[in-house]
């Protein structure tokens, strides 16, 4: 067991939703860590998020928090900024660290640079997001990923989200150093609302996340009026809000399939989204391949954290093949691999929710293979190594 009571952490990352930093945070704080400080900086600007900010934790406890103003400014001034307040705000609020975290290159620079000043013992950088093409313009391309490399070789430990991350260093850039370690996206495994087989709707697909054009919805609803012919009661449950949602209300209503599709908005409280997954009989993710022409997708390089919900609830995928772990997924018989092609995807569907041995079989799958990324567990793996 890991003892943190006299340790003293820094996370520091850059914030839109909730992510692998908060769920860090959330296991610190559940070992009455002696002393935490989480810096959040704004993802990029948005005047419904606050500005950055940080929170100081003392056994467990919040002690301080401030947040400053948002304010639009060039990209560029802005994290150099944010470099500059995760130096000043540690060496105010915790000039003596056991670790520091910083999940993305520039968060991690600062890392390296209080290091050097001896105020943090040891660095992760932790890599939530990874692409080669990251911006299109080349020299911005260019100094993102230099800096990525100078991180990765001057961390202590590099935690990449899939193994696609090392090998597309080494492919795209002939980058191949540093300590990197393979993390992957976890779930609060013991806490997720699981139902008993025999009170699930056996006849309601699933999807949730941020409704954009590029996680497939279409091709789902496209298959919805051969799913219906076939199984009347079928559900298609959609959580999630987004710019996109609007064209698929409009894309059901001229199919004719209002009816059999609920689409339910934005859910504030993710304890509300696991108990809306843990009724449905079966999940989907129909993820784009490429971002655009010649971009591969961030899912490609990354571990989506929406699988990992849908197995702990005890959800069959239905997924394409963009997701790293979408074969093994298959292999392991908790879901299958299709096309975007509408008459694969109703055929899979009626196929598996008008078959409950199958689909109890997959369920069970689902469940025992989401037990090994509990979160408490990656954290206490990868963290005994470094304190």
């Known amino acids: 067991m890991l003892d943190l009571e006299n340790k003293k952490i820094i996370i520091a990352t850059h914030i839109y939703t909730t992510g692998p930093a908060q769920d860090l945070r959330e296991y610190l704080l559940s070992k009455k860590i002696g002393k935490l400080l ?99 313009i080349k020299i911005l391309n260019y100094f993102y990923h230099k800096l990525d490399q100078f991180c990765v070789r001057h961390a202590d430990e590099t935690w990449n989200l899939s ?20 993390v992957p996206i976890g779930i609060w495994f013991l806490r997720f609302p699981r139902l008993d087989f025999s009170q699930i709707e056996k006849h309601t697909l699933v999807f949730m996340g941020h409704i954009l054009e590029k996680q497939g919805v279409q091709y789902v609803i496209d298959a919805v009026p051969a799913i219906s012919e076939k199984i009347p009661d079928f559900k298609f449950l959609v959580i999630g809000g987004g710019e996109y949602l609007k064209k698929l209300k409009e ?59 849908y197995l702990a609830g005890g959800l069959p995928i239905l997924l394409s093949d963009v997701a790293h772990n979408a074969k093994e997924i298959e292999e392991r ?47 206490e793996n990868n963290l005994t190594r470094l304190i």
Request: aromatic share 16%; hydrophobic share 35%; proline share 2%.
């Open 251 to 309: 894309q059901a209503k001229n199919l004719g399939v209002e009816k059999s599709i609920e689409f339910v908005g934005y859910v504030e409280k993710h304890s509300d989204v696991e108990k809306m997954l843990s009724k449905c009989a079966c999940a989907v993710a129909m993820y784009e391949k490429y971002e655009k022409k010649g971009m591969l997708s961030f899912t490609y390089f990354s571990d989506p954290g929406k699988i990992k919900a």
């Open 163 to 182: 193994p696609r991350m090392e090998e597309a260093r080494k492919e795209y850039f002939n980058f191949s150093g540093g300590n990197q370690i393979t």
């Open 333 to 379: 018989r908790c879901g299958y691999i299709i096309s975007q092609d509408k008459n694969e995807i109703a055929q899979k569907v009626i196929a598996l929710l008008r078959d409950e041995k199958t689909l109890s079989e997959y369920r069970g799958n689902a469940i025992a293979y989401a037990g090994a990324f509990n979160w408490e567990q990656i954290f």
């Open 38 to 136: 989480f810096i959040g900086h704004p993802l990029f600007w948005d005047e419904n998020l606050s500005g950055s900010g940080y929170g100081v934790y003392e056994k467990g406890e919040l002690k301080e928090e401030k947040y400053r103003k948002i304010k639009k400014n060039f990209a560029l001034w802005v994290y150099s900024i944010d470099i500059w307040l995760n130096i000043f705000w540690t060496w105010r609020k915790m000039p003596k660290s056991n670790l520091y975290v910083g999940c993305d290159n520039i968060n991690a620079f600062s890392g390296i640079v209080l290091r050097f000043f001896g105020k943090t013992k040891k660095v992760v950088y932790y890599v939530i997001d990874y692409n080669p093409k990251r911006f299109d």
